[in-house]
């Protein structure tokens, strides 16, 4: 590397910007105890009812779905091209939930405790199996027609369309979270 001769003129502008300087006596650094305030614990809440369960801005009315009915929905913002790669598996499925056979008070509460432990542990997208409904009154699925409500009210969740035919079809569910703070890339804590 070749050594770059300096002019007097570029010498004195230096000189000029950098200002007086004096020189180093000692090059110890002092370590001294700065009073900082101690660190407390974040308050977290740790009840899954907390953390998103609560409508959207404009929830509109959803139609009963039946028996072979497809369930779809997206996120407003999102691109409809999201949809398509979730429906065709795109996204790797991180987790699953069954969840047919069971009362809608119960299945509220394991898909609640199940979608927000999916969200923390950094779950992009998951499975959920909610069954067709052959068994319920007048061929009018409950279960598939709460999730249907229950998914589009819960905030973390950003897309979800019912799964492929080996998946389970139309008895069941690809879901797409968003993804937690501290796993997203954006925010640079990766």
């Not at 180093?24 to 009840?47: C, E, H, M, T, W």
């Not at 028996?67 to 790669?85: M, R």
Request: proline share 6%; net charge positive.
């Amino acid at each position: 590397m070749a050594k770059k001769t300096l002019t007097p003129e570029d010498s004195d502008l230096f000189r000029h910007t950098i200002g007086k300087v004096r020189s180093i006596i000692s090059d110890k650094v002092l370590l001294r105890p700065d009073n900082k305030p101690k660190p407390y614990p974040a308050n977290i809440n740790s009840g899954p009812q907390t953390l998103a369960w609560e409508p959207r801005a404009a929830t509109e009315e959803i139609e009963k779905v039946g028996l072979e009915d497809s369930l779809s929905f997206i996120e407003p913002g999102l691109q409809t091209n999201v949809l398509k790669k979730l429906r065709r598996g795109y996204f790797g499925i991180d987790a699953e939930i069954d969840l047919h056979g069971l009362n809608s008070h119960e299945a509220k509460r394991q898909l609640l405790h199940f979608l927000h432990s999916c969200i923390e542990e950094g779950c992009r997208c998951v499975h959920i199996v909610h069954g067709k409904g052959y068994r319920s009154a007048d061929n009018h699925p409950v279960l598939k027609n709460n999730l249907n409500l229950w998914l589009r009210q819960y905030k973390g969740v950003q897309a979800f369309c019912s799964s492929s035919p080996k998946n389970g079809g139309t008895g069941a569910v690809f879901v797409l979270l968003q993804l937690a703070e501290k796993y997203n890339p954006s925010n640079g804590k990766l």
